[in-house]
């Protein structure tokens, strides 16, 4: 079952740009992706260059059990592509004079630093060198509403690892220790000072870290597609739940459209400004951008990777084995620390390039693995390609 939605939405009529095809390559493959090669049942892709909105397009099904389609105003769960959104909070915090890379997050946060997490920076939380990346195994999905109960399981989470000597991924850690950090500065809850400082002057109304309640209708369904293991297939009915979708999980569970988040990169582009809203110092967005750890060996992901404080950065292509794309190649097959961004477990990538002047959001609703028994990692091989497609059309 397959839908024609081939539409763009309003913000693109008449717009030129991406080349001499004026993206008509880079539809055709977004569409193809859906009613041909049924790699997912859903996608929304956006794509700024120049500071103009040149794509904005959705396609197939936001739920296949319904027929509902993916339409202009169609939210999706962001897994970890949320998490630039919440260190550009923090980063926020750090242009205002309220804290420093090298203050220790028990300075702002007493009672943090326990179980070796003392030394713990707020550069290292933004770099994913605490050396604390597991989640809790007391913190259930059940917990994720319960603000009071995960800053417990932060405080009490043990080091596994002395701090500021190893990249290690910390999937969830990161954004509650930033929500956590932003509330001890500021005052405000993570929610409101995502709103008020970042998306409400960006004009990204359609973003949220904490879903309310009477816009879950407008949330795409996760669909698990045909290579997800037992784990993955929890982890789609885990996003999928409601309660989740409304829980504060500020490195795992945004959900926004491609369109909010397509804009929130080419802000970045323009030096933390976009149509007279400036959330960012020009000198922030490139301390997130440059290089802060470099072709480090990352425990948890296992692979290298290149990172800037709050963003993947590009320039690195194979993972441990040398064998397989890595995660960083969702930005494209050929890239340069020039392109900054993030993906989303099994599903999306964001991402922009500073020598290109685009910023492209890419967000499908099936859910893939890494590929088994050593196949094809389809999930970053669908973003690669429609990143690829990018990239051509610009050059």
């Known amino acids: 079952?397959?839908?024609?939605?081939?539409?763009?939405?309003?913000?693109?009529?008449?717009?030129?740009?991406?080349?001499?095809?004026?993206?008509?390559?880079?539809?055709?493959?977004?569409?193809?992706?859906?009613?041909?090669?049924?790699?997912?049942?859903?996608?929304a892709l956006a794509v700024y260059e120049q500071g103009r909105l040149v794509i904005d397009e959705q396609v197939?099904?936001?739920?296949t059990t319904t027929g509902r389609p993916v339409e202009a105003d169609t939210m999706f769960v962001l897994f970890s592509s949320t998490?630039?959104?919440?260190?550009?909070?923090?980063?926020?915090?750090?242009?205002?004079?309220?804290?420093?890379?090298?203050?220790?997050?028990?300075?702002l946060w007493?009672?943090?630093?326990?179980?070796?997490?003392?030394?713990?920076?707020?550069?290292?939380?933004?770099?994913?060198?605490s050396g604390f990346p597991a989640t809790p195994a007391t913190l259930r999905?059940?917990?994720?509403?319960?603000?009071?109960?995960?800053?417990?399981?932060?405080?009490?989470?043990?080091?596994?690892?002395?701090?500021?000597?190893v990249s290690a991924y910390h999937a969830l850690n990161h954004g509650w220790v930033c929500g956590e950090i932003v509330r001890r500065v500021d005052g405000r809850d993570f929610p409101q000072f995502l709103r008020e400082e970042i998306t409400g002057p960006l004009g990204m109304d359609d973003t949220y870290v904490g879903l309310p309640a009477e816009l879950e209708p407008r949330v795409s369904k996760l669909?698990?597609?045909?290579?997800?293991?037992?784990?993955?297939?929890?982890?789609?009915?885990?996003?999928?739940?409601?309660?989740?979708?409304?829980?504060?999980?500020?490195?795992?569970?945004g959900i926004a459209t491609a369109r909010d988040m397509a804009r929130f990169y080419a802000c970045m582009l323009n030096g933390g400004e976009l149509d007279g809203a400036?959330?960012?110092?020009?000198?922030?967005?490139?301390?997130?951008?440059?290089?802060?750890?470099?072709?480090?060996?990352?425990?948890?992901?296992?692979?290298?990777?290149?990172?800037?404080?709050?963003?993947?950065?590009?320039?690195?292509?194979t993972g441990a084995s040398g064998a397989d794309l890595s995660g960083a190649a969702r930005m494209g097959r050929s890239t340069t620390a020039s392109s900054f961004g993030h993906g989303g477990a099994g599903t999306s990538i964001c991402w922009a390039d500073k020598d290109l002047d685009v910023a492209v959001v890419f967000i499908p609703n099936g859910y893939r693995s890494s590929g088994l028994a050593g196949g094809p990692n389809l999930m970053v091989q669908r973003c690669a390609d429609i990143s690829d497609a990018v990239r051509a059309a610009c050059q």
């Not at 081939?6 to 977004?30: I, M, N, P, Q, W």
């Not at 197939?60 to 739920?63: E, I, L, Q, R, Y």
Request: charge should be negative.
């Open 110 to 129: 007493p009672g943090f630093g326990q179980n070796g997490k003392a030394a713990v920076t707020v550069g290292h939380v933004l770099t994913h060198r």
């Open 1 to 43: 079952m397959t839908t024609t939605n081939t539409s763009a939405s309003t913000g693109t009529e008449g717009a030129t740009g991406l080349g001499a095809d004026g993206g008509k390559a880079v539809r055709a493959l977004f569409h193809r992706q859906v009613l041909a090669d049924r790699l997912h049942p859903g996608a």
């Open 223 to 253: 669909h698990a597609m045909e290579d997800v293991d037992v784990a993955g297939g929890g982890t789609v009915r885990t996003f999928n739940r409601p309660e989740v979708h409304q829980a504060v999980v500020p490195a795992g569970c």
């Open 141 to 165: 999905w059940q917990d994720y509403g319960d603000w009071d109960k995960v800053v417990t399981a932060m405080e009490g989470a043990a080091a596994q690892y002395e701090p500021g000597t």
């Open 278 to 317: 400036r959330i960012l110092q020009p000198e922030t967005v490139e301390l997130a951008t440059a290089i802060a750890v470099d072709d480090d060996f990352d425990r948890t992901l296992q692979m290298n990777m290149r990172r800037g404080t709050g963003f993947n950065l590009g320039g690195l292509s």
């Open 60 to 63: 197939g099904f936001a739920d």
């Open 83 to 107: 998490k630039p959104l919440a260190s550009m909070s923090v980063l926020r915090l750090l242009e205002q004079g309220k804290l420093a890379l090298d203050t220790p997050v028990e300075d």
